[in-house]
């Protein structure tokens, strides 16, 4: 699926040697096509002399062409959105309904509030789940989503998404979870030393 917007700035074509040259070459060899065709045995239609003169014509053009070595340049642009990588605690403590309300049905809220599809034209929002490691989602899950981890690697979630987008412009992490991890390193240490921030 294309992500950014290609636009070229500049088409050139260039010669190792004199376009000047090449045209001049390229009109007499289009007069001695002209020339060698004035007369013919056995004699033939107007019509037939035009052709083959053309095609003559066509063929010292091409290989005058050739031998003045073309050299097509194209220079081109290509515009990306930032990228967000949206990462979804997806382990069973976010099925958990306790003293502060049903950790499931706020996931949701937050999955289907309309922030998501009103920041689509600024913003190239990629959707991960994870547990004990990512899971990348093809869009943002909802009702689909299940909440059955046995394990909680925050740290190793952020460090696996870092991978996928070397070299891009990744813009922020939005982490959505209750903030427990039971495995893995500090995901607190690696968002202070990361230059992306993490929300």
């Not at 004699?43 to 097509?72: G, K, M, Q, W, Y």
């Not at 600024?122 to 943002?140: E, K, N, Q, V």
């Not at 909440?147 to 813009?171: I, N, P, R, V, Y």
């Not at 390193?185 to 030393?193: I, M, R």
Request: hydrophobic residues 45%.
């Amino acid at each position: 699926e294309p992500r950014g917007l290609l636009s070229y700035t500049s088409i050139q074509l260039t010669f190792a040697w004199s376009v000047f040259f090449l045209v001049v070459i390229i009109g007499l060899s289009v007069g001695l096509s002209a020339w060698l065709y004035r007369d013919t045995i056995p004699p033939v239609t107007t019509f037939r002399r035009r052709l083959l003169i053309s095609l003559r014509s066509t063929a010292f053009a091409i290989a005058f062409f050739i031998l003045f070595e073309p050299i097509l340049d194209l220079q081109y642009e290509e515009k990306e959105k930032p990228i967000v990588a949206v990462l979804i605690d997806a382990s069973e403590s976010m099925s958990i309904h306790d003293a502060h309300g049903d950790r499931k049905q706020e996931l949701r809220g937050v999955l289907d509030h309309r922030m998501w599809p009103d920041h689509t034209e600024a913003w190239d929002i990629r959707y991960f789940t994870f547990s004990d490691r990512l899971f990348p989602s093809d869009r943002r899950p909802s009702d689909t989503l299940t909440l059955t981890g046995h394990a909680t690697d925050m740290f190793t979630a952020l460090e696996q998404a870092q991978s996928q987008f070397l070299g891009k412009h990744l813009a922020a992490y939005v982490v959505i979870s209750d903030g427990q991890y039971n495995v893995g390193g500090d995901p607190v240490g690696f968002a202070q030393n990361f230059e992306v921030p993490v929300f």
